[in-house]
Each structure stands twice: as structure tokens, then as C-alpha cells.
């Protein structure tokens, strides 16, 4: 299946997933492939795990449209695709 599109400002790209509800022990996959929406090219399998589980993938390409493709087989799984944000840390405030 895949995702609606969606607009990277930053290109900067973190996937939070999680897979629950395993059929059978070691019968579920779970892949996640990150294309960009103005050519339909696939950029990266930003995920290829088995079984249950959960994790953070963070992805770094140019900014675009993107859509995900998932593709998954005896579990239920979740994702969600968050914007980077870049930011600076200045000097630390000395005490008053």
C-alpha cells in the first residue's frame, strides 16, 4: 500500500514504526520504502525488519514530495513520517 503524499520542507525524515500481532513467530515482514512523489523513483528501504518490534529510522534526502510504500505480510503495523527540524545551540546562560 501506499501513502498519501506528502511535502518535506527540510528532506530531513524520521519514520516511527512499530509491528504488533505476529500471525506466527517469524512470519511477518514488515518493509517500508521511501519514494519520491514527482518521479514515482524509490530512494530508500528505510525499513526491512521480521517479526514484532519497533524503532526510529531517520532518512536524509533533498527536499520534495514523498510518498511511502509499505508492504507487509502477517502482522499489524504502524508509521508515521515526521519532519526534521534543524536548530543551533547557542552558549549556555551563566548563572544570575
Known sequence: MQTEPFISDTGSLRLRWE???EA??????F???VHSDVSGRALV???DARG???D???VSEDPRPFFL???SANLDWTVAA???VGATVGPASRGR
Open 31 to 33: 518493509r517500508v520504502t
Open 19 to 21: 509491528t504488533r500481532n
Open 69 to 71: 510504500a509499505v508492504e
Open 56 to 58: 526510529i529510522t531517520y
Open 82 to 84: 515526521e519532519e526534521g
Open 45 to 47: 528501504l528505510a525499513v
Open 52 to 54: 514484532v518490534g519497533r
Open 24 to 29: 506466527a513467530p517469524g512470519a511477518g515482514i
